[in-house]
């Protein structure tokens, strides 16, 4: 039976069915997380009630755990707003703003990279254009939800200014090691079926690039590393990170550069070749700015779609 064919309201699907979301028809389904664990919702199951939500702005301390807690990558970005999607009949839980039971979390920020923010015509990297960063909803939230919470934050950050949102999706799947040794798919990855409801534009994909992977499933970045080989202002707390999944604390006067080496061999970090993820962007505001850069027709499934550099213009 595949992924499509079953019936219950969450479904929490095997690895192979987890990979079949890769295939034509996995835009029926809807993403949801509890605890970093994947569940599906099917789109078509509906159940929402827009009487018993709201979107507010939040502050970043909560947003912050939230996300840790249950989004894949267990990080928190650079941010600029914050959204949360609340069930105002049910209180708050702890450390949660008041309002209600926090469902979901958006939030609107910098990217790693401010050229993939000059697509839309005479904007300000920052001020005017942002990327969507996080966007997580427990697998309370009913079918279709995202797409109530994403109209609602972007209208409420347009009226402080945004006219253009950018988004990225990952279609590369994510592997975690397990405390018994073993390994477990912690997301298939995907193509951005979420961004296409919202009427977003497809720009292709990123540029292809290595990743290291640490066993947590998530990535050691390009600034975690360089914080280290040159010992800058916080190398110190992403060495203690890499010494709790099992690498040799650093020695005094050892060369950063050559104790990060050894510390990615002990704990196996693995190096991936990473395809480039998809692009999309969405002009928000009662005034659609126009989008410059080359549009593609958006993938259905699998990582198909065109290969576009991050920033490139359309001539």
């Known amino acids: 039976m595949t992924p499509l064919q079953t019936e219950p309201r969450q479904l929490r699907l095997t690895a192979p069915e ?16 509890h605890e970093r664990t994947p569940t599906w919702r099917r789109t078509s199951e509906g159940g929402f009630d827009p009487g018993l939500h709201r979107v507010v702005a939040i502050a970043e301390g909560p947003a912050r755990r939230f996300v840790e807690i249950h989004h894949y990558s267990g990080s928190w970005p650079a941010v600029r707003f914050v959204f949360g999607l609340q069930r105002v009949d049910e209180p708050p839980g702890p450390g ?4 209600g039971r926090l469902l979901g979390v958006l939030s609107l920020g910098i990217p790693m990279n401010g050229a993939v923010l000059d697509v839309f015509e005479g904007t300000r990297r920052y001020t005017e254009t942002l990327e969507l960063n996080r966007l997580v909803l427990l697998d309370r939230a009913e079918s279709n939800a995202e ?7 972007f209208t409420a950050a347009a ?4 006219r253009g949102v950018v988004a990225h999706s990952d279609p590369h799947p994510r592997v975690r090691r397990t405390p018994e040794g073993g390994t477990e798919l912690l997301s298939p990855g995907h193509v951005g079926h979420v961004y296409a409801a919202q009427d977003f534009v497809y720009l292709g994909r990123t540029r292809s690039r290595k990743l290291t992977v ?11 590393v ?3 080989k040159g010992d800058e202002v916080g190398h110190r707390g992403a060495e203690r990170r890499l010494v709790e999944f099992g690498a040799t604390p650093r020695r005094s006067g050892q060369p950063g550069r050559d104790w990060l080496v050894q510390a990615l ?21 009662p005034r659609r700015t126009p989008i410059i850069a080359t549009a593609y027709q958006r993938p259905r499934h699998g990582r198909t779609g065109a290969s576009a550099p991050a920033g490139q213009r359309s001539t």
């Open 18 to 33: 987890q990979q079949a979301l890769q295939l034509p028809g996995a835009e029926g389904l809807c993403q949801r997380w």
């Open 96 to 99: 949660e703003p008041a309002g």
């Open 147 to 153: 797409s109530w919470f994403c109209a609602r934050a």
């Open 159 to 162: 009226r402080q200014g945004i």
């Open 214 to 224: 640490l066993p947590d499933a998530t990535v050691l970045s390009d600034r975690t």
């Open 226 to 228: 360089a914080k280290i």
């Open 265 to 285: 061999e002990e704990i196996s970090a693995t190096v991936v070749h990473h395809g480039g993820n998809h692009r999309y962007a969405r002009a928000i505001g």
